[in-house]
């Protein structure tokens, strides 16, 4: 297979030749093509321009935002204004990459007719190109109902956040032979419901190989090893802006809360010194407006005349 993103052709058109924004449909060229796919979270315009300049093809707009933004302890309290906020804020910063919204908690699961009404605020208010739903066989119908809408959809299989309730600490789901098989189902039962890619979150290696084999979609791994087509990772775990705690999955690449906190100490102690502001940082009236701008304090009648 071709490993050169020049080699990956989508809808006629080099993939790097491709100047306006990027679609589900070349996200699947990519894996035809070979080219894998480096896609990260992001949560507003700032981080959004960065990546989008970066050349990073997919961006998704997570709910993992209720923890490394919110402070929340999981992604449940993540509601679907707070992730229309911020795919808005994220698609004024992003001209090229492909935006993916994550269907918060209970925004698609109750029934399709909820899934279909969401997943359309979400392209429609929040301008995502996407959105994101997690769960197999048991949600296949509500994606294709949204598929044949129109809506491209990206499904999240192995360890799903919104169920943490249900499945504890995140974890490598699927050790068991038999949940392994019910994985492979589950893909095979997104991607023929019409499912552009699926997230796999903490599958073992052979398990998410054997699934990236066996279907013609992309899987994006995150804690999956390197047989998935592309990786997905938080913005805040690799860049080092969260430091609650660092998955294993997560290389850092920066230590920017470490940068952060260096800097800003040097800020207050320049402030409490007077060495910040300085004169490159401040504007002032000249000398001669200065001796008027006094006499008028002292003799403010005289604005009158001066006038
Ligand atoms: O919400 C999120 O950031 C995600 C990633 C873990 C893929 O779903």
Known sequence: MESSPAGCISQGKPLDMKTGQLT????VAMKHAGHRIAALTAYDYTSAQMLDAAGVPLILIGDSLGMVVQGEDTTLPVTLDQIIYHSRCVARGTRRALLVADMPFMTYQASPEDALRNAARLLTEGRAGAVKVEGGTDIAPTVRRMVSAGIPVCGHLGFTPQSAHALGAPRIQGREPSDAVSLV??????????AF???LELVPA???REVSQRIAIPTI???SGPGCDGEIQLFHDLFGLYTDFLPRHTRRYLNVAQEIS???RQYTADVIARRFPGPEQTSDLGPQAQDKFRSLLECPENSQTTQ
């Open 206 to 208: 052979v398990v998410a």
């Open 24 to 27: 589900a449909r070349d996200i």
């Open 221 to 223: 791994g995150i804690g």
């Open 185 to 194: 189902a589950d893909a095979k039962a997104l991607e023929l419901a019409g």
């Open 262 to 264: 260096t800097a800003a």
């Open 197 to 199: 890619a699926i997230v």
